[in-house]
């Protein structure tokens, strides 16, 4: 249980970084919070030859909110977007779903875009900036881009980044007042990756459902993102939300593996579906 | 192995005292904690962040040291069970209602618990029982059924709201 060996790099800026990362190239892996990363290095599924440390690049530890989006630097830890009052009014299901991931001892050193580029497909960031329609800023030594959150992850683990770029920040729109969330899962142990989760966006407007979409993380390879608009029609009031949950799960195929069978994710995505529907609906 | 593995001369502020060593860059913050100063109350148990034993206070927040690199805490100001007392030898808040709960049995799990509570009665004084539970969640305990440790933590927020403030 201790990592293999690797050479130690620190850069003091992004350019620094990239430049290390362009000339180390695939054999360098960025180290941010490292509570995904040092784990699979002690048990040795990942021996790195380069590790470019970007725990002192301060331009990454921002957290900027403007009217229309939060933009949260790569540097900035779970727990310090949790506890930012700023982000809970702007963008409420980001600290909605922070205080899901893990523990406060892992918050405290993992970062929150950190965990989006890792793309674990049981993890809740990665959902949400699916549901909130958010993207990630990557940059490379070629220059900067943008990458949409439904173009971003391709499969558990694994992004469309492209090798020498790195994650510089992530960006969640604003939505209107009118948007109520919510994020709800069911994990072996409190804090453990979900076994199934969803997290659910209604934009309800006196009384009719304006738009509504749900995230599934644990139940596919990447999340899930399904448009519900066209299931409620009429007042919210007098919808059969069970029928909602139904047709919402209808396209999830999950697999079976040691934690959970297929058949009792499924249930679980129905079920949590059902719970968060009702929840939104009677909201004020 | 062939070529002698490059060492890193780094500083590690260790319970307000710096210590200079020279450890590999894969070296854990925890190894080094017990392996290269010997101050072994920093226990180990899992290496993959689930258990929590190894928690330490980095900058005042508890953190997995065997989630972290010795070279990545140089000029981090780092706590350990060690610095947990007084200078005096006095026990900590916490210390002390883990012995008024009987709150431990091996004792393996305890100073990552500690660490967790100390920071966690200062984030919020006055824990209900729930959120006393909420605070050790992360840490794991194979003896106790967790009852005397929760019972622990509401009782050092209460000594610590009492005590002079040190």
Sequence with gaps: MKPSRFTYHRPTSVEQALGLLDELGPHAKVLAGGQSLIPIMNMRLAAPEHIIDINRIHELTKITIDDDKVVVGALVRHADLQSDSGVA???????????????????????????????????????????????????SVTGQRDIAADELFIGPLETSMRPGEMAISATFPVGPASVRTTITEVSRRHGDYALAGVALRLDVENGDVRSAAVAYFALASVPVLVDLTDQF?????GLDLQAVADVAVAGLEPEDDIHATAAYRLQLARTLTYRALCQLAEQE | MTDPEVRYDITLNINGTPYEISVPARRLLSDAIRHDLGMTGTHVGCEHGVCGACTVLVDDRPMRSCLMFAVSAEGLS??????????????????????????????????????????????NPAPDADQAREMISGNLCRCTGYQNIQAAVLRAAQLASTAVPR
């Design chain 1, 89 to 139: 009014a702007a963008v409420p299901v980001i600290a909605q779903a922070l205080g899901l991931v893990a523990h406060p001892a892992i918050r405290n050193r993992g970062t929150t875009v950190g965990s989006i580029v890792h793309a674990d497909p049981s993890a809740e960031m990665p959902a949400v900036l699916a549901l909130t329609g958010g993207t990630l800023q990557v940059a």
């Design chain 1, 233 to 237: 029609v009429g007042p919210l009031s």
């Design chain 2, 78 to 123: 780092i706590k350990t069970i060690e610095g947990l007392a007084g200078a005096d030898g006095s026990l900590h808040p916490v210390q002390q209602a883990f012995r008024d709960c009987h709150a431990l049995q091996c004792g393996f799990c305890t100073p990552g618990f500690m660490m967790t509570i100390a920071a966690g009665i200062v984030d």
